[in-house]
C-alpha cells in the first residue's frame, strides 16, 4: 500500500503571505495521481489541485501551485497571498494508475491564517 | 449541479445500536467511495462501487460494516452493532469514474458518535 506523509502538523502564516506545506509519498509506479484537499472547519472536502506524475509542469490554480518532484516522490503546496478562508486542514492524497482508483491520504496539516 | 449530499449529517447512537448512512452522488458519477475519518487514523478507504460492478469491500474494518448502493446511485453505509471505536466521521466521494485519474468529489461527512 502506498504511504503519504505530511510531516508538518500544525502551520500558523499572517495574511497575505506565503506558506509552503509539504507531502513525500512512497510507490514504485511510474504513472500516478497526485492531489490536495482541503477541510474547513465546515468539514466538506474540497479539492484544491490535482498533478498527473506524467506531467512535468508544476500544477497551478489561482493561489495555490505545486512543486512535484517526481524522483524525490515529493509534491509540496505552495499558497500564495493567504486569505482568512484558507484556514483548513489540507491533506494529500495518492491515487495509483490502477485498481479501484481508492485514495491514499496524509495525516494532514492545519493551516491557520492570521489577521 | 448539486454536489455529494450526505445525511443526516450527526448522529449520535447508543453502543450495540445499528445505524445507517445515507450519500447520494453527483448525478452522472458511477463512482462512489465511503472513507472513514478518525482522530486516530486519518482517512481510510472503506468501500468503493463502480457502475454494476462488484463493490470493493477490501476496506471495511469488520463484518459489522456493510454497505449497498441501490440502482447505481444512493448508498447506504450500515454499521450494526455499533462500538464506541467506530465513532468517526464518514465521507461519501463521487467520480465519473474513468480510468484517468478522475477527480473525487467529497460530500460533507456524517459525524457518528457511539455512546
Known amino acids: 500500500a502506498q504511504t503519504v506523509t505530511q510531516s508538518q502538523p500544525e502551520m500558523s502564516v499572517q495574511e497575505a503571505e506565503t506558506v509552503t506545506l509539504s507531502c513525500t509519498y512512497d510507490?514504485?509506479?511510474?504513472?500516478?495521481?497526485l492531489f490536495w484537499y482541503k477541510q474547513p472547519p465546515s468539514r466538506q472536502m474540497i479539492l484544491v489541485i490535482r498533478q498527473e506524475a506524467y506531467k512535468q509542469q508544476n500544477a497551478t490554480e489561482n493561489r495555490f501551485s505545486v512543486n512535484f518532484q517526481k524522483a524525490a516522490k515529493s509534491f509540496s503546496l505552495k499558497i500564495s497571498d493567504s486569505q482568512l478562508g484558507d484556514t483548513a486542514m489540507y491533506f494529500c492524497?495518492?491515487?495509483?494508475?490502477?485498481?479501484?482508483?481508492?485514495?491514499?491520504f496524509g495525516k494532514g496539516n492545519q493551516v491557520v491564517v492570521i489577521p | 449541479g448539486a454536489g455529494v449530499s450526505q445525511s443526516p449529517s450527526n448522529k449520535v447512537t447508543e453502543k450495540g445500536k445499528d445505524v445507517e448512512l445515507r450519500c447520494d452522488p453527483i448525478s452522472g458519477h458511477t463512482a462512489l467511495y465511503w472513507y472513514r475519518q478518525s482522530l486516530g487514523q486519518g482517512l481510510e478507504f472503506l468501500i468503493y462501487f463502480q457502475g454494476n460492478s462488484a463493490p470493493d469491500k477490501s476496506g471495511l474494518p469488520s463484518d459489522r460494516f456493510s454497505a449497498e448502493r441501490t440502482g447505481g446511485s444512493v448508498s447506504t453505509l450500515t454499521i450494526q452493532r455499533t462500538q464506541q471505536e467506530d465513532s468517526a466521521v464518514y465521507l461519501c466521494?463521487?467520480?465519473?469514474?474513468?480510468?484517468?485519474?478522475?477527480?473525487?468529489?467529497f460530500g460533507p461527512g456524517t459525524r457518528l458518535t457511539v455512546l
Open positions: 492524497a495518492f491515487r495509483p494508475p490502477y485498481g479501484n482508483n481508492r485514495l491514499a
Open positions: 510507490t514504485s509506479e511510474n504513472n500516478y495521481y
Open positions: 466521494a463521487s467520480s465519473f469514474g474513468t480510468v484517468n485519474g478522475d477527480t473525487q468529489y
